[in-house]
């Protein structure tokens, strides 16, 4: 299954890549975090197929997907 | 304005150029391979000689659409690793500030030759000193300049070609503050063999052995190394306030103090080595003409016959360099006179300076003001002698 | 923790401490075009073997200028406001192999910038404009901008704006730019594709991207980003009649022509080659 990394240092809670996520895999976090953020978590990522459209528009470099063809790295 | 079809520098030997050529010619033997500029009377000669010459020499020439963008060239280009100038006249010089106030405080080497006609506004297309005091404080913000004053053809080519030759040393713009005589007037120029004048460029990373991953771009030095874009050093120019790795967050007052504070300092604190004048006369002299470009033609006629005529001991000191002003070596040079006569092409410029270094070595400052055209050496005497009958 | 794959291009940090995050506010669209600029600029390294260490980044100053800060791995300049297309073509005139691509914004291309921009596209110089559109002066408070719709209130048309806004994709394509396209930050791959093309159209290619402006316009990042997928329409559709009130996005010019430089080569061969030539 598909794993979902956020850098709490870079993500500025702007959800844009839960808006776009095709396979509604993401949801908001309910909790706001200590810098006011509200930042992506996992949903149900046995949904993500890798299309990694979060990455690509993510504005701050903040979340990553990692598939098993990434070897645990 | 015949144009030389050579595709060489200019031969060894004596020439006869108009001042414009010569500047052209000069910043050629400097090695500048980039041009841009914008018509402008009367300093458009210069642009023009540059459009012939630049493509026969392997450079590359562009007229752009205003003095701006004409100074923004130069940022590119000198980046880019090329020695880049532009030529304009006193209003595209007040266009050209902003410029030159970013080129300070990103310390990048570039050269502005202002043929300066008087102000303000339109004014007129004669000459001019006005834009002295501007080429010091024109632009925003602190940060100390370089500025020359050519007096003659062959000054348009030696002082062309130490303006680069500054700009590369200290990585800073550097200002030539030429007058409409001087760029019109058609004289013999005297060119040295290629191996007889001396070329510097700039310190580069490579030559200090940094390589780009201890590179600091504002660091390393009072003048840092400059790196030059397509090498690899991934160097990001910026001109808010930064730390020497470039970086333009965690801004304090220290931060502040030490960048502004060093771009300041590697100029005033270096002014022996940079600034130069030329003397006259001054042993056991009672009184001082102190002058700078072309005023320094028709100033030293005065100068030498008041001296014949009349046996006044009067002295003769030329600023070569205008700023950074070499105040304490006019202290040094002048111990104690009596007058100190500052002729200049506007209505008292340079004597404000002049006044701050030897206000206690002298009993008066007397300015010789002329607007539009060029003192004779009779309307100088004319002055000398009404103050010492 | 896995990293963002474009991480590699950007300075996270340096001898004075961190850079990121991106300055820019949470949502902002300018840093989804970093996103998809440097994504752009990575296929074009990879499939044409280009080197990294030839592409320049030129930024002017606003939101989008700072995309050109102090983040890029890249060479890069943060310079003057309206004048990174000056800057960048006397770059080209001193090298022409780098490949220069400028982070600008709607005010700053199409205000202060307005006469380079028309010139830079006249002369065609081998260079990529990425010009953020988000219809007013971001890091300034939200004021009005060239590029702002009638009747719009901002800070400073709190009545309502009384101009008209440039379409600046005409504006470019009329001054004479042989690549002209509209994105918006909502069509991620159509933006990426694009920029590519940019980078290999030899000329200047002039690419507007329509950004959302959470902060000034008071609306989340999501819902605007929703709103500009809304708003926006194909060049065919516009074509045919039924934009409606939509803005057409897609490629509006992509002609062949030589650039600047290679013009201006010719001129240098021809002098070099014949020394007793009249001219």
């Keep these: 299954m598909n794993k979902l990394h956020v850098n709490a240092a870079y993500c500025k809670g702007c959800l844009i890549c839960v808006e776009v996520c095709p396979a509604a895999a993401i949801r908001p976090c309910p909790m706001i975090n200590s810098r006011g953020y509200t930042l992506p978590e996992e949903d149900d990522m046995s949904r993500c197929t890798g299309c990694r459209l979060c990455e690509t528009v993510c504005p701050d470099f903040a979340v990553a997907i990692e598939t098993d063809e990434d070897g645990g790295e | ?389 | 923790m896995k990293k963002h794959p474009m991480l590699k291009y950007l300075k996270e940090e340096a001898a004075a401490g961190p850079r990121l995050p991106l300055i820019l506010c949470p949502g902002c669209g300018a840093g989804q075009v970093l996103n998809y600029a440097l994504r752009a600029v990575d296929a074009v390294i990879q499939e044409d073997g280009l080197r990294k260490e030839d592409f320049v980044f030129i930024s002017g100053v606003g939101c989008s200028s700072r995309l050109a800060s102090h983040y890029l791995n890249f060479d890069s300049a943060w310079t003057l406001h309206g004048r990174a297309l000056a800057v960048a073509t006397g770059a080209l005139l001193a090298n022409p192999k780098l490949k220069i691509i400028v982070f600008t914004g709607d005010g700053d291309a199409a205000a202060i910038g307005g006469n380079h921009l028309i010139h830079t596209c006249r002369r065609n110089l081998d260079l990529t404009i990425l010009c953020v559109n988000n219809g007013l002066y971001g890091m300034t408070g939200g004021q009005v901008a060239p590029t702002t719709p009638f009747g719009v209130r901002t800070v400073t048309t709190p009545y309502g704006n009384v101009e008209d806004e440039f379409d600046l994709c005409r504006l470019a394509q009329t001054a004479g730019a042989t690549y002209v396209a509209r994105w918006s930050t909502a069509h991620p791959h159509q933006t990426i594709k694009t920029i590519q093309k940019g980078i290999r159209k030899n000329g200047t290619a002039f690419i507007e991207i329509l950004s959302q402006c959470p902060v000034h316009l008071k609306k989340t990042p999501a819902e605007m980003f929703r709103q500009l997928k809304k708003s926006t329409v194909s060049l065919k559709k516009a074509a045919a009649g039924r934009a409606g009130s939509r803005i057409p996005v897609g490629e509006f010019c992509d002609i062949d022509k030589p650039d600047w430089i290679t013009r201006y080569q010719n001129v240098i061969d021809r002098l070099q080659s014949d020394e007793r030539t009249h001219e």
Excluded at chain 2, 95 to 103: C, K, N, P, Y
Excluded at chain 2, 345 to 354: Q, T, W
């Design chain 2, 1 to 389: 304005m015949s144009p030389d079809r050579s595709t060489d520098l200019l031969k060894p030997g004596v020439h006869y150029l108009q001042g414009a050529q010569a500047c052209a010619e000069g910043a050629l033997m400097a090695g500048c391979r980039v041009y841009a500029g914008y018509p402008i009377t009367p300093a458009t000669e210069i642009m023009e000689h540059a459009a012939h010459r630049l493509p026969r020499v392997g450079g590359r020439f562009i007229q752009m659409e205003d003095e701006i963008s004409s100074a923004s060239v130069l940022l590119g280009a000198s980046w880019a690793g090329a020695k880049a100038m532009t030529a304009t006249s006193s209003p595209g010089f007040s266009l050209m500030q902003e410029v030159i106030s970013f080129a300070i405080m990103t310390e990048t080497p570039l050269v502005i030759v202002d043929v300066q006609r008087p102000g303000p506004g339109q004014g007129y297309i004669s000459t001019s000193q006005e834009d002295v005091m501007q080429a010091r404080w024109g632009h925003h913000g602190e940060g100390s300049i370089i500025a020359l004053s050519p007096a003659s053809a062959q000054d348009m080519f030696d002082f062309t070609i130490e303006a680069f030759n500054l700009a590369e040393r200290w990585r800073t713009p550097v200002l030539v503050m030429a007058e409409e005589t001087v760029a019109h007037m058609r004289e013999r120029v005297v060119v040295p063999p290629a191996d007889a004048i001396p070329i510097v460029n700039r310190t580069t990373p490579q030559d200090l052995g940094i390589p780009p991953q201890s590179y600091l771009p504002y660091g390393h030095a009072q003048v840092p190394p400059m790196a030059v874009w397509g090498q690899g050093y991934n160097i990001n120019h910026v001109s808010l306030v930064h730390h020497a790795d470039g970086n333009v967050t965690r801004y304090n007052p220290a931060v502040h103090l030490e960048n502004v504070g060093r771009i300041h300092r590697k100029i005033e604190d270096n002014v022996d080595a940079i600034a130069r004048l030329e003397t006259r006369g001054l042993d056991g002299c009672r009184h001082v003409l102190i002058c700078y470009g072309s005023v320094s033609r028709t100033g030293i006629e005065a100068v030498r016959e008041a001296r014949e005529q009349r046996g006044i001991p009067i002295g003769f000191i030329r600023l070569n360099t205008l700023w950074p002003f070499p105040e304490r070596r006019l202290r040094d040079l002048v111990p104690e006179v009596d007058a100190v006569f500052v002729p200049e092409m506007n209505l008292g410029m340079m004597i404000h300076p002049v006044t701050e270094a030897l206000r206690d070595r002298c009993r008066r400052v007397v300015p010789i003001p002329s607007l539009g055209s060029l003192h004779s050496p009779g309307a100088i005497l004319a002055r000398i002698y009404e103050e010492i009958p």
